[in-house]
């Protein structure tokens, strides 16, 4: 990796961090466990993003049914 591209990607990691280190600490304030306060930020993201996994795994699904259909036409 040069130096320059090392510097972008840093930097993006900055505004990650910065966003997700005081939602760690609220759950560590809840939780005087850092393990448990991942896991409970963890299940936090993953409720969040539900609606687009979710969405994804309907779009998989619809096409591996077109799939053969598709493939027939070709």
Known sequence: ISTK???FVN??????R???IPILDFFYGLVPSYGLAIIAL???IRIVLFPLS????RS???MKIAQPVMQKRQ
């Open 18 to 20: 910065k966003l997700l």
């Open 42 to 44: 963890t299940v936090v």
């Open 54 to 57: 979710a969405g994804s795994i």
């Open 60 to 62: 998989a699904r619809r």
């Open 5 to 7: 591209s090392f510097y």
């Open 11 to 16: 930097r993006d990691w900055v505004h990650f």
